[in-house]
């Protein structure tokens, strides 16, 4: 495993990322990664999980035609190992790339994804504008509604969920308890 420090995965993912937004999606599957690490037994892994997670997008704001397939460049330019750039490309499997999610972490990252944007629009349906009161039922019920926040790929999720064998419900909760924990 050659994995950069967090600081370093933060200074290449800011040469190709400006918006305010993907910065913050970055952040957020960040800490999403550390809590599943946790959550999971990886504890030891626990940077490592979170620097795929910053780094998963670093390619999409300036090449989303090219999602995945260019990020193995620009990663390798700043020093990433391969099993970063496996993990980081694998999370675009069967939308951008082949690379299919063989690790726990990178099924993690593949489900986790899309839902964390599912998530944060639900949560900022909800008068507190939090997840730290949104239910998994205020979710799935927001997962039924296609037009709501449609460029979250609910068979992405779903798929996501079977590749870690868990209950769409599983994986729900305990990313809702990610996004709470704030990694």
Not at 53 to 74: M, N, S, T, V
Request: hydrophobic share 40%; proline share 3%; charged share 30%.
């Amino acid at each position: 495993m050659k994995t950069i420090s967090r600081e370093a995965a933060w200074d290449l993912l800011g040469r190709y990322n400006q918006e305010p937004f993907h910065l913050q999606h970055a952040r957020t599957v960040e800490g999403v990664m550390k809590w599943f690490a946790d959550d999971l037994g990886y504890s030891d892994d626990r940077e490592y999980w979170g620097v795929v997670g910053l780094l998963h997008d670093i390619d999409f704001e300036e090449y989303p035609q090219e999602h995945c397939r260019k990020a193995p460049e620009l990663l390798r330019a700043g020093g990433v190992g391969e099993d970063v750039i496996h993990a980081v490309c694998s999370h675009g499997f069967e939308l951008t790339v082949d690379i299919k999610p063989e690790h726990e972490m990178e099924k993690v990252l593949y489900a986790a994804d899309e839902l964390t944007g599912l998530i944060w629009a639900a949560a900022l349906m909800r008068p507190s504008k939090s997840v730290e009161d949104l239910e998994l039922k205020s979710v799935k019920k927001k997962f039924k509604t296609a037009g709501f926040a449609a460029g979250c790929s609910r068979e992405v999720i779903q798929k996501g969920a079977a590749l870690l064998g868990w209950e769409l419900d599983t994986l729900i909760e305990k990313t809702i308890l990610a996004m709470r924990s704030g990694g």
